[in-house]
C-alpha cells in the first residue's frame, strides 16, 4: 500500500512537472505533438543543418514531432497549417520510421516496423530512389529494462546502426544527429564518431531536461572508410 502511494506521488509530481513545462505549453500553442520538436529546432538553429531542397531521414519518428519541425523548414513561408506541420506544397524529401504508429503528416512518408530488420532497409532505400540523403535524425531509444549494461548495450546498438546506414545512404558531406544517454557506453560511441565524421559535437538542448542524462551527437562530414 504504501509503495502504492508513492508512486501516486511521483505520477502526479510528473504530471504537475509536464503540465507547466513550457516547452511542453509552447507545443500546445504550436501545434507539435510533442516537446521534442524543439530539441531538433535547437540543434538545427545551432548548426544549420537542414534546408529547403533536402532529403531528410528521421529515424523512431512516432509521434512525429521532429518530422513536424523538418516539415515546416523545408515548406514555404507563410504555410504552416494548424496541425503543427507546414501544409501544400513541400521543398524536399522526408522519409520517417518507427516501431510505433504516426499520425500522418502531408507529404512526410512513413514507414511503420523495426529499424534493425533488413525488410525495413529495404523500405528505406527503395524510398531514396538512389539518392542519398543531406541529413539523417534519430530520436531512437530502446525500451529500458533498468539494467544499466544490457540498457546501454541496446542504445549503443540502435546508434551502430544509424551510423552504418548513413556510411551507405548519407551524402559526403551530409550530418547525423542521434540521441544519446551519458553513462554507459557513450565514451564508445564519442570514439565511433570521431572515426566516422570530420566534425563531431555533443549537444544538450535547453529543452531536454537538466535532470535528463540524453544529450545529442551531431556528426557532419563523413571521414573516408578504411
Request: proline letters at 5%; one cysteine or more; a positive charge.
Amino acid at each position: 500500500m504504501k509503495i502504492e502511494k508513492k508512486s501516486s506521488k511521483v505520477n502526479k509530481a510528473w504530471l504537475h512537472e509536464h503540465i507547466n513545462d513550457p516547452y511542453v505549453k509552447l507545443a500546445n500553442k504550436e501545434g507539435y505533438r510533442a516537446r521534442a520538436a524543439y530539441k531538433l529546432k535547437e540543434i538545427d538553429e545551432t548548426m544549420r543543418l537542414i534546408r529547403p531542397g533536402h532529403v531528410v531521414v528521421d529515424l523512431g519518428s512516432s509521434p512525429g514531432a521532429w518530422s513536424q519541425y523538418l516539415r515546416r523548414k523545408m515548406a514555404p513561408k507563410g504555410t504552416a497549417g494548424t496541425g503543427g506541420a507546414a501544409v501544400g506544397e513541400l521543398n524536399g524529401t522526408i522519409i520517417a520510421i518507427d516501431l510505433l504508429p504516426m499520425e500522418p503528416i502531408e507529404g512526410v512518408l512513413f514507414f511503420q516496423g523495426d529499424f534493425r530488420e533488413a525488410e525495413m532497409l529495404e523500405k528505406l532505400e527503395q524510398a531514396l530512389q538512389g539518392r542519398q540523403a543531406d541529413v539523417v535524425v534519430s530520436d531512437m531509444a530502446p525500451n529500458l529494462s533498468g539494467l544499466g549494461t544490457v540498457d546501454a548495450a541496446r542504445i549503443v546498438h540502435l546508434i551502430e546502426l544509424a551510423v552504418e546506414f548513413c556510411q551507405s545512404h548519407l551524402k559526403p558531406e551530409g550530418a547525423l544527429v542521434v540521441k544519446v544517454f551519458h553513462g554507459g557506453g557513450y565514451n564508445e560511441l564519442v570514439q565511433l564518431f570521431k572515426k566516422t565524421f570530420a566534425t563531431v559535437k555533443p549537444l544538450k538542448p535547453k529543452a531536454s531536461r537538466d535532470k535528463s542524462s540524453e544529450t545529442f551527437l551531431i556528426g557532419i562530414g563523413l571521414k573516408p572508410q578504411s
